[in-house]
């Protein structure tokens, strides 16, 4: 029989199924979200029996409480940079990756050793290149990351990142962009961060009003659960901003820009394929000097 | 900035893109209160022209008027080209409005020469100074100091920049002296002295003083321009790992010679020796004419592009110097002067000393295992960690990210089996096989079709070498 354990899809959860399967000495083979759970229940609920779940499945209710001890224990065992690496995997966001870190936290909390190091061990090496593959997308976001100055004064960007960089990119931005608000927006998953000078917090876009860009949000940045493809939103066309939002002379300066990316082009070398082997085609929408090609 | 800006600046973008430095690494910086930008140590590309190359620094030339008459160069007095300059606040709110947007990480300022060496360097300081003083910006800036420049100037340089270059352009003083008629080494090497002296003796204070202003912190670099003189490419790497000796050179960048000027009868048109060998592969990427399979006389047409593939195998070989402990004199001895286009300079060595191999990573040092074509840094470091908890074998090492199609020809049996020693893995090593062989096995598969693969010699362990 197959051991299921049932979470909310969050980090928080995913530790407080750590928790859980220690306590109750019993390991999960899979990972499911909840609703997946309730799906799968359907129908027997039909047939009008109780909606019973499968014996061998169980509910883990997230708790910070759970979430924090496992975090603690992780991170004696780990050095700053396995811990680091560990949360860049979860925002993978990738297929089966719940089940993978899940199985990595249990060897490391198994171990003896500082295991980091044993890259020869499949789970560990593969939890490495997860981590490896968000990594890089975020350093490359933050090159291919463009604002666009609003007449607000807001500097806004659209991002449409494979992984959930987003909350990997904020250090960097703060720092570099510090004397300007700023909101990089992730498209796909349809959430934002808005940096107002004084910190960063979560933000959702709204329609646009009359007086411009529009969005609410709350304080703090709760990491994102799953990934939802929305439609684009109003105020974007294919992750530009809508013109009229935009201040006076930022078409000049985009304008600019253009003509130098066309200016420093090598005529003699002309090589596309390169050109997307470094930057693939799936950022050009947001690109401002290639957008709408 | 206006419309007029938009058009200088095509102008002087168009003139400045053949410096093909784009570095924007080897300083990591925070930001000031109340400034703008930061440096990432690890460089940053944030977007890639249309011939795949990275833009990272908002690469442009002050001004394009030039007294100098350089063969090479787009620029020269005798071209007929339209000219132009940026007033110092104009490119200093260009640069501003293109690092809010995060388009760039900084600046690469450079510029033709203006009545004077000198003359020029003050008009580009006050770019630096308007920038780093009034703007309070802290991202990149690579300045490039012109040939002839006094000591006092560049000095200054160095305090506002991050990084400074003098472009060597041309490997040999003679074909120097013959392509630039206004410059010669003196006032090339004169330049990358002072900012040399200016690093050490940063270095120096900065022990002895707790706040001493840094001095062009990432170093110096230099650029030599392939193809437009008939150096060769041994000539230009004992060049290069002289260079590196010396303290803070950072970088040589080589530069492809792109025919900007048609003919011009200073340039190498009819010299063999620097363009027939490379014609004469058929490796993709050189320009060679299709299909031809085996060497044939090429008929040199009077300037012709210099391969990529030529620039690319110089690029490696320094990179074997800087990362991989190889000397310049082992990449390339006297009786072969010219970079092997069809193999990297690494197998190029591996194929000339098969005494070395076949080895075991499960024992080998670090400095040994570097030679070992398949196993790049990364994952040599991650042999030495991985082999303390078990013996590799070769499923092993593709997970430590060996590219065991290369690798294997090198490698004793006892690493590159599978676990368990099944035979049927086995390749031959380049013992047994012989190093034509590998070298046929080692080609790309173009140009490995285009050729009969040479038998594999009779399996002879002793075998003496060439
Ligand atoms: S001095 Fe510089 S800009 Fe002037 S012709 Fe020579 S290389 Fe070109």
């Known amino acids: 029989m197959k051991n299921i354990y049932c979470y909310d899809k969050s980090f928080e959860g995913l530790l407080s199924v750590v928790f859980d399967a220690y306590t109750r000495k019993v390991f999960p083979d899979a990972l499911q979200g909840m609703c997946e759970a309730v799906e799968a229940s359907a129908p027997s609920n039909a047939a009008g029996a109780l909606p019973l779940l499968p014996a061998n499945s169980y509910q883990v209710s997230s708790s910070p409480e759970k979430a924090g001890r496992v975090f603690t224990a992780l991170r004696k065992k780990l050095s700053a940079a396995g811990v680091h690496r560990l949360l860049a995997a979860w925002l993978a966001e990738e297929p089966g990756g719940d089940l993978l870190i899940f199985r990595f936290i249990r060897l490391v909390l198994d171990s003896a050793t500082l295991l980091e190091a044993n890259c020869g061990d499949a789970t560990v090496f593969e939890l490495g290149q997860m981590a490896r593959r968000v990594n890089r997308e975020r350093h490359k976001l933050m090159g291919f990351v463009r604002f666009q100055k609003t007449a607000q004064g807001v500097y806004f960007s659209a991002i449409a990142p494979r992984h959930n960089v987003l909350p990997l990119l904020l250090n960097h931005f703060t720092q570099r962009l510090a004397d300007q608000p700023w909101i990089i927006y992730d498209c796909g998953r349809r959430y934002g961060m808005y940096y107002d000078l004084c910190g960063v917090r979560e933000i959702w876009l709204d329609s646009p009003m009359q007086d411009g860009l529009n969005w609410h949000g709350g304080q703090h940045a709760p990491v994102r659960k799953t990934m939802q493809a929305g439609p684009s939103d109003p105020v974007l066309q294919d992750g530009r901003l809508n013109e009229s939002l935009l201040a006076e002379g930022e078409t000049l300066v985009q304008n600019m820009w253009r003509g130098y990316f066309q200016a420093a082009v090598i005529k003699e070398r002309i090589n596309p394929k390169l050109q997307r082997q470094f930057m693939p085609r799936h950022y050009w929408p947001y690109l401002t000097e290639l957008a709408g090609k | ?466």
């Open chain 2, 1 to 466: 900035m206006n419309e007029g800006t938009l058009k200088k600046l095509k102008i002087l973008a168009e003139s400045a893109k053949y410096d093909v430095s784009c570095s924007s690494s080897g300083v990591g910086r925070r930001n000031i209160p109340g400034g703008i930008g930061s440096a990432e140590s690890w460089g940053c590309c944030h977007s890639f022209t249309e011939d795949g190359r990275c833009i990272s620094l908002l690469k442009v030339l002050l001004s394009n008027y030039c007294i100098y008459d350089c063969a090479y160069c787009v620029n020269r007095a005798n071209n007929d080209i339209p000219r132009t300059a940026f007033s110092v606040s104009e490119l200093v709110d260009l640069t501003i409005a293109f690092y809010r947007r995060n388009y760039i990480e900084g600046l690469f300022l450079s510029s033709a020469v203006l009545k004077s060496p000198d003359h020029t360097m003050d008009m580009m300081l006050k770019v630096l100074r308007e920038l780093r003083l009034t703007q309070r910006f802290n991202g990149y800036i690579h300045m490039k100091c012109i040939p002839g420049a006094s000591q006092e100037l560049v000095r200054q340089a160095g305090l506002y920049a991050d990084r400074l270059s003098v472009n060597i352009e041309i490997p040999s003083e003679g074909n120097l002296k013959r392509l630039a008629p206004d410059k010669d080494y003196q006032s090339v090497y004169l330049p990358m002295r002072h900012i040399q002296q200016g690093i050490l003796q940063s270095r120096e204070e900065s022990r002895r003083f707790r706040h001493t202003p840094r001095f062009a912190p990432a170093g110096q670099s230099t650029q030599m321009i392939i193809g437009a003189s008939p150096d060769r490419d041994r000539e230009i790497l004992l060049l290069s790992s002289l260079l590196y000796k010396g303290p803070g050179l950072k970088r040589v960048y080589y530069s492809g010679f792109v025919p900007v000027n048609g003919y011009d009868s200073r340039l190498p048109a009819a010299s063999p020796a620097a363009f027939a060998a490379p014609v004469a592969s058929n490796t993709p990427g050189a320009s060679g004419l299709p299909g031809s399979s085996v060497s044939p006389v090429q008929p040199i047409k009077p300037i012709k592009l210099v391969p990529k593939v030529r620039e690319h195998r110089l690029y490696q070989a320094d990179w074997l110097m800087r990362f991989y402990h190889f000397e310049a004199e082992e990449i390339l001895d006297e009786s072969s002067p010219d970079l092997d286009l069809e193999v990297d300079p690494k197998i190029a060595w591996a194929l000339r000393h098969p005494e070395f191999f076949p080895l075991d990573v499960n024992t080998a040092d670090y400095a040994v295992i570097l030679r070992v074509p398949g196993i790049g840094l990364k994952s040599a470091q991650r042999i030495i960690a991985a082999r303390r908890f078990r013996k590799l074998s070769a499923d092993t090492l593709r997970q430590l990210g060996v590219v065991l199609s290369r690798a294997r020809f090198f490698l004793a049996d006892s690493c590159a089996l599978p676990a368990g020693g099944a035979a049927h893995g086995r390749s031959f090593t380049i013992q047994e096989a012989g190093p034509a062989y590998v070298r046929a096995a080692l080609l790309d598969k173009k140009t490995r079709q285009s050729r009969a693969v040479p038998a594999m010699r009779q399996l002879s362990l002793f075998d003496s070498i060439h």
